[in-house]
């Protein structure tokens, strides 16, 4: 079976950047681990110059208030930076 035989390279919009992570996570939550996965794509957001910066889908596990001021400060710089 032949898949994407028929590939078009995508334009990428001016400003975007997507970010392959290659993140292994656990299954079962691990604080620890997760902070440093989340320590490791500040450094990639901080060291990026994209406008707009796309990761997948499961790059933060998930969204709460402990992760919000965890990344506080980092939106605060990148809203300075543009």
Not at 7 to 24: D, H, V, Y
């Amino acid at each position: 079976m032949f898949l994407n035989t028929e590939r078009k390279p995508i334009n990428i919009p001016k400003g975007w950047e997507a970010e392959t992570t290659r993140l292994q996570r656990v299954k079962q939550d691990e604080n620890l681990a997760d902070f440093v996965i989340e320590d490791r794509l500040q450094r990639v957001v901080m060291q990026s110059h994209a406008r707009f910066l796309v990761f997948p889908e499961a790059a933060v596990r998930r969204w709460t208030e402990a992760t919000d001021a965890f990344w506080s400060r980092r939106s605060m710089t990148l809203k300075k930076r543009f």
